[in-house]
């Protein structure tokens, strides 16, 4: 399974890439508008970072998102166009398909829209956990039906796992074969770390230090 940090922050993305274990990142307007910057400047200084960067478009009408979407991909080459799961933005996915540009649908949030969305030819496809579970759904219960109908079809639409809120979401995720996990900083800095890895390391060091010293 793929990760990818959801974030809008190019110093967290440079952290996480420094551990060898970034494979993209996903943005959309609420991170960017919380960290407050130029979105051009951070799309494309995390372009440097990862392979894979998700630029949401603004636009709600297929035309205004083609132009906004074929601005970004103009960008850089790392740039996948995030369009939201309307039928504008199926229109939309449609047209980038046809001229090879990436995307990602957003904002899934039912296995009729994932199938949507696949047949449109988007890349990528967001179902959204956290908000389902927030809601008093079953957020997991959404990636495992996804990835059943995948498997019984042959859509190359790859099923990335956004809103996650938690560690074992991931799990879960990676446990369902899901192809993409994004994750919050918070949660992606929980993941090295073990309370029994640092005991032992403490252990480790104390006992060196007696036959060094
Ligand atoms: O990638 C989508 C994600 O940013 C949504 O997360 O926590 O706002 O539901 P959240």
Redesign the pocket.
């Known amino acids: 399974m793929k990760l990818f940090l959801?974030t809008a922050n190019v110093d967290q993305v440079r952290e996480v890439a420094s551990w060898g274990v970034l494979d993209g990142v996903?943005t959309?307007p609420?991170?960017v508008m919380k960290e407050g910057k130029d979105f051009r400047a951070t799309v494309l200084a995390m372009c440097e970072l990862a392979p894979n960067v998700s630029a949401q478009v603004t636009a709600t009408d297929a035309e205004g998102m083609i132009k906004q979407g074929e601005e970004y991909s103009s960008w850089h080459k790392n740039i996948v166009v995030k369009v939201p799961m309307t039928t504008e933005g199926l229109k939309a996915v449609k047209h980038f398909a046809q001229k090879k540009i990436r995307t990602n649908v957003?904002l899934v949030f039912s296995v009729p829209q994932a199938i949507l969305a696949a047949k449109a030819g988007a890349s990528i496809i967001?179902p959204?956990i956290?908000?389902l579970d927030d809601a008093g759904e079953e957020g997991m219960a959404l990636i495992a039906e996804i990835m059943e109908v995948w498997s019984h079809s042959d859509f190359r639409t790859e099923v990335l796992v956004?809103?996650t809120?938690h560690p074992r979401h991931i799990v879960d995720a990676a446990r369902i074969g899901a192809h993409i996990c994004?994750i919050?900083y918070d949660v992606f800095a929980k993941l090295p770390k073990h309370p029994l890895t640092d005991i032992g390391l403490k252990k480790f060091q104390d006992d060196w230090k007696k036959v060094a010293g």
């Open positions: 959801d996903t959309n609420s991170l957003t967001s959204f956290g908000r956004a809103s809120r994004t919050p």
